[in-house]
Structures are given as C-alpha cells and as structure tokens.
C-alpha cells in the first residue's frame, strides 16, 4: 500500500495518511489536528473550512469545523440521559445540560442542581421538575417565587410579580402607569388601552386621563 504512511514532516511533528492524503497531524506544540494541519485547538476536528478568519482563543481546547451545519450527535440507549457537563476543581457536575430520553425532558443544572425543565409537551418549569400543564405552560416555583420585568432602554420601567405568605403582590415603576389593553394580534398590534392606574394611584376605565377636577 504505497499511498498510506505515517511520516514526520518536521521537527517533532507527525502525520498519518490515508489514500495519499493526510488526515491526521499532531504538531510540535502537542496540538491534533484531524482534517486539519494546522490545528488551533488541542484537538480541532474539520470536515471542511468554514472560512472562519479569527484566531482561535487560548481556551478552545476542542474545536469543530465544517462548511455547513457543523452538530455533535450523543448517541445512547433509550433508558438513558445525553449531555454535557460542567466541572470544577472541587466538584464534578456543578452545571449540567442533560436530555433525558426515557422522559424526553431537557433540564439544565448550576451549582449542582437542577434549576429548569422543560418536558416532552414543552411546559416550562423553573424551579420545579414536574410543572403543571395547561398547554405550553412557564411554572416558576421556590421560596417567594417572583417575575421581574425591566425596561432596560429607560432602567426605571419595570413591573414585578411575586407570590409570599399567602399574597400575590404586584409593582411596577411609581413614575409610570399600569394598563391593561387588547389587541388585534400576538404582536401587540391594534393597541387599545382598557383601565389604567396611573402614578397617583388612580383607577381610570376608557380614559388614560383623570378628567375629574376637585379643585374650588
């Protein structure tokens, strides 16, 4: 077999070849290369250039390179989860992405332990592993559970809700109104305002002015 070697082109450097071209390489610097002769990575993996002109960061150490769709594929039995998983010095696991086939559940963990889910029906749950379902459902659970949005634009607009000793509780920025409107789409479009309290903490219903005048 005349078109197969392994050889070793330069100082310290080795290749392996197959059919007269080389698909393997480890360099000088301990780097492996497959596909790939000049390898960026600890071990960069390339099917075909990407065309990627950057350089690659000292903390790539595995590196996948296709032109095209480029996946890992985890291939295990039914019964069983596939994934990734995210170790320190002190511990293994500390965060985690698993897909567990036998559920068909995807759940994502930090500091070692599961902090979402989202199961087979796509309900989401945050803080729970079995939320309940009413369709596609967001279940946020734990100790004074609470949903937070901000108006980053502004940073003063925002609107919270939090359940706590036996009381849903609900706020928003004193400076600016609550409504609640209707639309004619998911987008928000048609926009028609319903109720508003405004900042004085009045209760107006088809009006988003107080028109009432108390003064003498």
């Given at each position: 077999d005349t078109n197969t070697a392994i050889r070793f082109p330069s100082a310290d450097t080795i290749t392996a070849e197959t059919g007269g071209s080389e698909r393997l390489r480890i360099t000088s610097a301990g780097l492996v290369g497959i596909g790939q002769a000049t390898p960026e990575g600890l071990l960069h993996l390339e099917a075909s250039s990407s065309g990627a002109s950057y350089t690659a960061d000292a903390a790539d150490t595995l590196i996948l390179e296709r032109n095209g769709g480029c996946v890992i594929d985890f291939r295990t039995p039914a019964a069983n989860d596939g994934g990734l998983i995210f170790s320190d010095a002190d511990a293994r696991a500390q965060g985690s992405i698993l897909y567990?086939?036998?559920?068909?559940?995807?759940?994502?963990?930090?500091?070692?332990?599961?902090?979402?889910r989202i199961t087979s029906?796509?309900?989401?749950?945050?803080?729970?592993?079995?939320?309940?379902?009413?369709?596609?459902?967001?279940?946020?659970?734990?100790?004074?559970?609470?949903?937070?949005?901000?108006?980053?634009?502004?940073?003063?607009?925002?609107?919270?809700?939090?359940?706590?000793?036996?009381?849903?509780?609900?706020?928003?920025?004193?400076?600016?109104?609550?409504?609640?409107?209707?639309a004619t789409a998911l987008a928000g479009?048609?926009?028609?305002?319903?109720?508003?309290?405004?900042?004085?903490?009045?209760?107006?219903?088809?009006?988003?002015?107080?028109?009432?005048?108390?003064?003498?």
């Open positions: 567990n086939h036998n559920g068909n559940t995807l759940a994502l963990a930090t500091n070692g332990g599961e902090r979402l029906a796509g309900d989401m749950g945050l803080g729970t592993a079995s939320p309940t379902s009413f369709g596609p459902t967001l279940q946020v659970s734990g100790t004074d559970p609470a949903l937070l949005l901000q108006d980053t634009a502004t940073a003063v607009d925002y609107f919270g809700v939090n359940v706590a000793a036996g009381a849903v509780n609900t706020w928003y920025d004193d400076a600016a109104a609550f409504t609640i409107s209707t479009s048609g926009l028609v305002e319903r109720l508003r309290i405004d900042s004085g903490g009045r209760l107006l219903i088809g009006t988003a002015a107080n028109e009432h005048n108390t003064g003498h």
